[in-house]
Nanobody, 125 residues
Framework: QLHLVESGGGLVQAGGSLRLSCAAS????????MGWFRQAPGKEREFVAG???????DYADSVKGRFTISRDNAKNTVSLQMNSLRPEDTAVYYC???????????????????WGQGTQVTVSS
């Protein structure tokens, strides 16, 4: 079982930065692949970034070079540093997790078993 709580969303101007954090409960946090997804109004939830238990990362093409995902297994947290934000980055951002011993990161929503409640990110033009 894993309980996820996001924080750090807000309103920012285009070109600005935000840092999202996700706090996880559970003693086996280090065994989970952690991901960030987002969902804009009227659109499907989409993969943003993910990090394996070994620190390997994967990003959506739309955020490569702008966003950075990281994790701190000692603190049971995963973060998403978002730079050079654009209005099209506006969405509710969700932290998610699934248990895996593999090296890869899934970009598929249905692979993830645990989800946070989401945090709103709004980028104004």
């Amino acid at each position: 079982q894993l309980h996820l709580v996001e924080s750090g969303g807000g309103l920012v101007q285009a070109g600005g930065s935000l840092r999202l954090s996700c706090a996880a409960s559970g003693r086996t946090f280090r065994s989970y692949v952690m991901g960030w997804f987002r969902q804009a109004p009227g659109k499907e939830r989409e993969f943003v970034a993910g990090i394996t238990r070994y620190g390997g990362t994967d990003y959506a093409d739309s955020v490569k070079g702008r966003f950075t995902i990281s994790r701190d297994n000692a603190k049971n947290t995963v973060s998403l540093q978002m730079n050079s934000l654009r209005p099209e980055d506006t969405a509710v951002y969700y932290c998610a997790a699934y248990y895996s011993g593999n090296y890869g990161v899934s970009q598929t929503v249905t692979t993830y078993d645990y989800w946070g409640q989401g945090t709103q990110v709004t980028v104004s033009s």
